[in-house]
């Protein structure tokens, strides 16, 4: 039979462990809430890190666009000036519960992570636009930890943010293929017009291009591009 002393002694060691360790999992939570308060940096989003340069005559005719650091046109516009209908299928299609999340989405996540374990590859990101903002901006890596990163950085700008100025950095630093970033540049390329007189049918074109820019290029393979742009103006049709 064994010592009272001992077994009281293994109960106390076992009991100090699961308290040590239940103390140690709170305390690095809080920490890890707190530093979702951490602001991100005003200047991370500023136009002139990511525009291209436009040299024009003195009669405003543009002589040459000098491509921006991330090698790409962009012209940098305000959220009022991009068509309510390029608004709606972006939202639908990447994220429509946008304005209720603050960052992130756990059901997304959930289902995103189950998808990717059945298939034994990732074939589902589950990203807010928030997440794939953070991810456009720090250039953050596909891996896990990158991932990790890239949620905490979501946390950070939402607390940072109001929704219309994330919107609107999206919306201008989305990648549109063929060396197109935004939709002012995305508009002008495609349909050689403004973001502002986008119809339905040209915005669920382009809403669809950001999630695959390579795979929906409208220039190499339009078929597949419309294929996509039915399934933005589906998801506009299934909600309302």
Same mark, same amino acid.
């Given at each position: ?86 608004? %709606? ?54 891996? @896990? ?29 989305? @990648? ?45 393979? @339009? %078929? ?17």
């Amino acid at each position: 039979m064994k010592n009272p002393t001992h077994n009281l002694f293994l109960f106390l060691m076992r009991f100090t462990s699961a308290n040590l360790l239940l103390g140690a999992t709170l305390f690095s939570s809080f920490l890890f809430f707190l530093s979702t308060y951490w602001p991100v940096s005003a200047s991370r989003l500023s136009p002139s890190r990511f525009e291209s340069l436009f040299l024009v005559d003195r009669h405003g005719t543009l002589l040459r666009e000098v491509l921006s650091s991330t090698d790409g046109r962009s012209r940098w516009i305000a959220l009022e000036q991009v068509s309510p209908w390029m608004i %709606a299928s972006l939202l639908h299609i990447e994220d429509r519960n946008f304005y209720q999340h603050r960052g992130l989405e756990a059901f997304a996540l959930l289902r995103a992570a189950l998808q990717n374990a059945g298939s034994g590859h990732i074939i589902s990101g589950g990203s807010t636009l928030t997440q794939q903002l953070a991810r456009q901006i720090y250039r953050l890596p596909p891996q @896990p930890f990158g991932k990790a990163v890239e949620m905490w950085l979501a946390l950070r700008l939402e607390r940072s943010f109001s929704k219309s100025k994330i919107l609107e950095q999206y919306l201008n630093r989305a @990648p549109f293929g063929n060396q197109c970033f935004g939709i002012a540049a995305a508009s002008r390329l495609y349909f050689g017009k403004p973001a502002a007189h986008l119809t339905l049918a040209e915005s669920a074109y382009l809403a669809g291009l950001p999630q695959a820019p390579s795979a929906y290029d409208p220039l190499l393979d @339009p %078929a597949r591009a419309r294929a996509r742009q039915r399934r933005v103006l589906h998801a506009l049709w299934r909600n309302g």
